[in-house]
Nanobody, 123 residues
Framework: QVQLVESGGGWVQAGGSLRLSCAAS????????MGWFRQAPGKEREFLASSSSGGRTYYSDSVKARFTISRDNDKSTVYLQINSLKPEDTAVYYCAARSGTYLRTRVEDYAYWGQGTQVTVSS
């Protein structure tokens, strides 16, 4: 089964940018749909974006103007570029994987999760 490790989080001022990375091991990335989620304190985990090995992507309407998901299958790494950061983007960001080719948005559709990386945006 695949193991996922996120990195790239940190503290940033509003208006700034971050690129989060998710390194996968234990299986070829080509066989997985990858997703990014986030969870703010006291809130449910929220879908952000997903990517298939064939290059299809899908975004939550709330972030598609500022977030970009990409993947490098050779490096077994998935990225989330976040631009124009806002204080409300403050959350723990999680990478997730599911077998197959269908893009999905629900937490329960993803079997594998990383430990998360904290993003804090100050105003």
């Amino acid at each position: 089964q695949v193991q996922l490790v996120e990195s790239g989080g940190g503290w940033v001022q509003a208006g700034g940018s971050l690129r989060l990375s998710c390194a996968a091991s234990g299986g070829p990335l080509l066989t997985y749909v990858m997703g990014w989620f986030r969870q703010a304190p006291g809130k449910e985990r929220e879908f952000l974006a997903s990517s298939s090995s064939g290059g299809r992507t899908y975004y939550s309407d709330s972030v598609k103007a500022r977030f970009t998901i990409s993947r490098d299958n050779d490096k077994s790494t998935v990225y989330l570029q976040i631009n124009s950061l806002k204080p409300e983007d403050t959350a723990v960001y999680y990478c997730a994987a599911r077998s197959g080719t269908y893009l999905r948005t629900r937490v329960e559709d993803y079997a594998y999760w990383g430990q998360g990386t904290q993003v804090t945006v100050s105003s």
